[in-house]
């Protein structure tokens, strides 16, 4: 009998052991061993509302009030993962982060904004959502095992703080604001609030250093040589750089409201009495009008443009490699 009850115990243990052992493994915080970031630049620039990572997109619903989803590259296996209307998606192999937006329409326009916002860790299979910082947040991007955003709160305003992937290690970086969606791996390049210089900051060594003199906003360093940015001297007319030969070359006219830069190819809109979305090519060839009005939220996968009227919401979207037959996103 004696025997019989400590097997029973012994088993017992053995079965607590393993829970213990897979809600630690299951829980615990799988951290990247590079500078990997989290979504492409001109994305995040445009509210981050899809986001391609290992085959997978993951994205703002618009037709389930912006909440996160996910599907294959070319648009099937549609699925929900949680009910939380999202923006600024980020993704690495084993999470996705996000902004909540529970409270407002998802747009790019949302910048200085008091929105009940709060920064997110979700597994890529969907789940219960791991909260990183409780406070709004907006414009946020992974860099390696960090979240760099900006965080508003009522004392210090809008202003630059990072996170660590398990919600440890939460500071102020600076106190003030910067753009941190521009990152290529431990770097991300912002223009100067003040002046418009184009800075690189060192997340590793957190120093921070002038990469390009000019007078810009939004800028997409795509390598240490390729540049494209909006010149604020242009009235925001697009340019790109190869700063080792320092002659920028106009690719748009001016009044440019919000752009984009897949490959060869930058998508754009054009402001004014003559509003449109368009596209031109890195050489400042291959100009084309896609479709006109005002349109916002311009998001790149590999396959599709993704972009929102700015009137009613919807969400429409094109081919990359053949831009121009655009359909409604359903």
């Known amino acids: 009998m004696k025997k019989y009850i400590k097997l029973i115990i012994l088993l017992f243990v053995i079965c607590i052991a393993g829970f213990v052992a897979y809600h630690y493994l299951n829980t615990k915080v799988k951290f990247n061993s590079t500078y990997v970031n989290g979504n492409l630049s001109g994305n995040l620039y445009n509210a981050g509302l899809f986001c391609e990572s290992n085959g997978e997109i993951f994205f703002s619903n618009p037709n389930d009030n912006g909440r996160l989803y996910a599907m294959n590259v070319d648009g099937s296996n549609v699925h929900k993962l949680c009910n939380d209307s999202v923006m600024y998606i980020n993704a690495d192999k084993n999470y996705?982060?996000?902004?909540?937006?529970?409270?407002?329409?998802?747009?790019?326009?949302?910048?200085?904004?008091?929105?009940?916002?709060?920064?997110?860790?979700i597994k890529r299979t969907g789940g219960k959502a791991f909260i990183?910082?409780?406070?709004?947040c907006i414009y946020a991007s992974l860099i390696g095992n960090y979240i760099y955003y900006l965080h508003y709160d009522t004392k210090t305003a809008t202003t630059l703080y990072r996170v660590k992937i398990d919600g440890t290690e939460k500071k102020q970086v600076y106190n003030h604001y910067l753009f941190t969606c521009n990152a290529s791996g431990q770097y991300f390049y912002y223009n100067n609030p003040d002046n418009g210089q184009l800075f690189r900051y060192d997340t590793a060594s957190q120093t921070q250093s002038l990469f390009y003199d000019c007078n810009c906003y939004k800028p997409v360093v795509m390598d240490e040589n390729n540049i494209f940015y909006m010149n604020v001297?242009?009235?925001?007319?697009?340019?790109?750089?190869?700063?080792?030969n320092p002659n920028p070359v106009v690719?748009?006219?001016?009044?440019?409201?919000?752009?984009?830069?897949y490959g060869s190819t930058i998508f754009y809109q054009r402001g004014g009495d003559d509003?449109?979305?368009?596209?031109?090519?890195?050489?400042?060839?291959?100009?084309?009008?896609?479709?006109?009005?005002?349109?916002?939220?311009?998001?790149?996968?590999?396959?599709?443009?993704?972009?929102?009227?700015?009137?009613?919401?919807?969400?429409?979207?094109?081919?990359?490699?053949?831009?121009?037959?655009?359909?409604?996103?359903?």
């Open 275 to 330: 509003a449109a979305l368009c596209m031109v090519k890195d050489d400042g060839t291959g100009f084309k009008e896609l479709a006109k009005g005002e349109y916002s939220s311009i998001n790149v996968t590999s396959q599709y443009v993704y972009f929102t009227d700015f009137s009613s919401n919807k969400v429409y979207y094109t081919s990359i490699s053949n831009p121009g037959d655009i359909k409604p996103f359903n």
């Open 132 to 136: 990183l910082d409780k406070e709004p």
């Open 251 to 261: 690719l748009t006219e001016g009044n440019i409201e919000h752009f984009n830069v």
């Open 96 to 121: 996705i982060y996000y902004v909540r937006n529970n409270t407002n329409k998802v747009t790019s326009t949302m910048f200085f904004a008091y929105d009940k916002n709060s920064l997110c860790r």
């Open 233 to 244: 001297d242009q009235n925001n007319a697009i340019v790109h750089v190869n700063i080792n």
